[in-house]
């Protein structure tokens, strides 16, 4: 596999963590609203509502996670095509479902145009249909093609999706051990992410009391198939029972000087895997300290999936396996209740297993490095305010090309990763740090704070307005704009509405109107300090997308 594809299902695999984010809120609406519980016919279908538009979900969020700057236009258009090209396949074979892939195909077309298209200038007569609102007209066109190519072709596909899923399905224990092994394995790459998806949301097929077909392990779950539930079962005595007791055999091995340093960080990593499934943090720990670690523990994971499969135990989760999510599915679960022996047998075991090979190899795991470990975690102020640090500990913001988060880990586009300072980095609260294969690229593992700390850089790096802009590769018409509204420092923020320029300026008197009408201007506003409308005709939107591609301005 190339370094460019490579890094492609990376981003898919991140991309798919925004939809499915949705999952746990529905799931407790679904279940809560049943007639066992609440007996809420009204939050019952609230809950059924996000389930059975999971693929329109998809489109719209693969769609925002793809595009450059997570524009909304991106979701439209695959909102936009997802319409097209379910709707016209249905002309050629009305028996073609394509589930959620169809909406992940749609979400990926649409965020990959966005990013191609979004700044199209087109002739003056069309320009109103420029920039970002020819990205839906062409996720609607290319849906169109995908119609006509799979309405003929995706039988045959999904005939043999369906069979590696009976496979999978059918071959009961092996499979089950081969899902939760490589599950585990693939985590260190991201990719974990898509063959999740992929049993959870395509393989195996129920139909329900209502003729409808769902497809996946979790959803046919949550339809009531009894037969529905085996690839998530196992989780639950790992992220409940065994990473926890994990965490104790690394306290109880480390250095006694060390242990309060550590007992905090560990405490709290346990907490947050049995409560929410949350194991990430943990695995990291680990993972690069000690991987013969990190390999017991994948086998260790296929074995709990292929046990409980063999007593046959039936439970699911909307979110992952831990403890809210096993009180949540308990009532239409089948024999759930042995999670907890075999869970307790499972602390033991890793417990034991850990205690035994980091004292009998000497592994340097959390409280036993040779150097004095990192320190306290960083003070918890919020993750905005210690974006300098961050920025710092990455080589600062001239090295950083993008920010993107996932569940619970930051995504990184770096200059030049040498530059990273890995102990800094650890002292702010990183769990692990992860070097991809492809150039440029990092990943660190924080927890659950990763979007917050994601989102506390990407602010950090927006340019303030007295600082100057970069000019150089846009066009001279974006240029002769952002000069005769007063340079790059007069410039706060840029918008259009259909025909006109709407901008937040510093100072109105050095806007230039002679010099704005001989670049096509038709008229210019001042409707208040600090506030400058332009008039330009259909062509505004575009103009106002230069702008905003050559300075970097908000929108």
């Not at 925002?64 to 909102?79: E, I, M, Y």
């Not at 190519?149 to 999706?161: M, Y």
């Not at 007791?245 to 960080?265: D, F, H, K, M, Q």
Request: aromatic share 8%; with cysteine.
């Amino acid at each position: 596999m190339s370094l460019n594809h490579f890094a492609a299902l990376q981003q898919l695999g991140r991309t798919l963590m925004l939809p499915i984010a949705v999952l746990p809120i529905a799931g407790l609406l679904l279940r809560l609203g049943q007639p066992d519980l609440l007996d809420i016919p009204f939050m019952a279908q609230a809950g059924d509502a996000v389930f059975s538009n999971l693929a329109l979900l998809f489109a719209v969020g693969v769609a925002v996670g793809f595009a450059k700057d997570s524009h909304g236009v991106a979701g439209l258009a695959g909102a936009v095509g997802y319409f097209v090209l379910t709707a016209a396949m249905k002309t050629i074979d009305p028996a073609i479902n394509m589930g959620v892939l169809s909406g992940l195909i749609m979400g990926v077309v649409a965020g990959l145009l966005y990013n191609r298209y979004r700044a199209i200038a087109l002739p003056e007569w069309l320009a109103f249909f420029g920039g970002k609102r020819f990205v839906p007209i062409a996720t609607g066109l290319a849906g169109l093609a995908l119609a006509l190519l799979f309405g003929h072709a995706w039988p045959p596909i999904q005939h043999g999706i369906d069979a590696v899923g009976h496979w999978l399905i059918g071959s009961g224990s092996i499979g089950v051990f081969l899902y939760g092994l490589l599950n585990r394995l693939l985590l260190i790459t991201g990719l974990h992410h898509i063959l999740n998806n992929l049993v959870w949301f395509v393989f195996g097929d129920y139909t329900t009391a209502a003729n409808l077909v769902v497809h996946g392990d979790l959803k046919r779950f949550f339809a009531g198939d009894p037969a529905a539930g085996a690839f998530m079962a196992g989780f639950f005595p790992v992220m409940m029972f065994g990473l926890p007791a994990a965490c104790l055999a690394i306290y109880r091995t480390a250095r006694p000087e060390n242990r309060s340093l550590v007992g905090g960080v560990l405490l709290s990593m346990g907490l947050t895997s049995f409560f929410t499934g949350v194991t990430e943090p943990i695995e990291f720990a680990f993972m690069f300290l000690a991987p013969v670690l990190f390999g017991l523990h994948a086998v260790l994971t296929g074995l709990s999936m292929a046990l409980l499969h063999a007593l046959g135990v039936k439970a699911g989760f909307t979110f992952s396996g831990g403890a809210l999510d096993y009180v949540l599915s308990f009532g239409i679960s089948t024999r759930s209740w042995l999670i907890v022996p075999v869970g307790l047998a499972y602390s033991a075991l890793y417990y034991g297993l850990f205690t035994y090979f980091i004292r009998r190899f000497d592994l340097k795991t959390m409280g036993r490095e040779d150097a004095a470990p990192a320190g306290k975690a960083a003070a918890r102020t919020p993750a905005q305010a210690r974006a300098q640090d961050w920025l710092a500990a990455l080589g600062g913001a001239d090295n950083l090309l993008g920010v993107a988060a996932c569940t619970s880990r930051l995504r990184l586009s770096l200059r030049d990763t040498g530059c990273v300072d890995g102990p800094r980095l650890k002292a702010l609260g990183a769990k692990g740090i992860v070097r991809p294969p492809e150039v440029g690229m990092l990943q660190v593992v924080l927890g659950a704070e990763a979007q917050d700390v994601a989102d506390g850089l990407r602010a950090a790096l927006l340019p303030s307005s007295s600082e100057p802009m970069p000019l150089d590769g846009h066009t001279p018409r974006a240029q002769g704009f952002i000069a005769a509204l007063g340079g790059a420092r007069n410039l706060k923020r840029v918008d259009a509405c259909t025909t006109r320029l709407r901008l937040e300026v510093v100072d109105n008197a050095l806007v230039r109107e002679a010099a704005l009408r001989a670049l096509g201007a038709r008229g210019v506003i001042c409707p208040a300090p600090g506030s400058v409308q332009v008039v330009l005709g259909p062509i505004a939107d575009q103009v106002a997308s230069e702008i905003r591609e050559a300075m970097h301005v908000a929108a």
